[in-house]
């Protein structure tokens, strides 16, 4: 699932404007985002995709996962909810 933070509403006069917009909305959120991200691929073993549950909601129908529970990421106060990606799910074989 892809988050979208602009819409066609959207309207800034200048560079400096919208980076502002960017600042004030975005950067905590991306920077979390990314945070966790990087954590859940250092924990990944070789050949693991590790996912949040929220990444594993989104993609559950076309992809197997391996619940993993709860892991203690560096640097994340509370433990995470995380999944490994085992294989991707054939169309054919999809629930509808």
Same mark, same amino acid.
């Given at each position: 699932?892809?988050?979208?933070?602009?819409?066609?509403?959207?309207?800034?006069?200048?560079?400096?404007?919208? /980076?502002?917009?960017?600042?004030?909305?975005?950067?905590?959120?991306?920077?979390?985002?990314?945070?966790?991200?990087?954590?859940?691929?250092?924990?990944?073993?070789?050949?693991?995709?590790?996912?949040?549950?929220?990444?594993?909601?989104?993609?559950?129908?076309?992809?197997?996962?391996?619940?993993?529970?709860?892991?203690?990421?560096?640097?994340?106060?509370?433990?995470?909810?995380?999944? /490994?990606?085992?294989?991707?799910?054939?169309?054919?074989?999809?629930?509808?």
């Amino acid at each position: 699932m892809r988050e979208r933070f602009f819409t066609s509403r959207l309207r800034v006069a200048s560079y400096e404007e919208l /980076n502002a917009w960017l600042l004030d909305r975005c950067v905590a959120y991306i920077g979390a985002v990314c945070n966790l991200a990087a954590r859940l691929c250092a924990e990944a073993k070789d050949g693991q995709i590790l996912v949040s549950s929220r990444v594993a909601r989104a993609v559950e129908t076309v992809a197997r996962l391996e619940d993993l529970g709860n892991l203690e990421l560096k640097g994340l106060r509370r433990p995470v909810a995380a999944c /490994n990606v085992t294989e991707p799910i054939s169309r054919a074989s999809a629930p509808a």
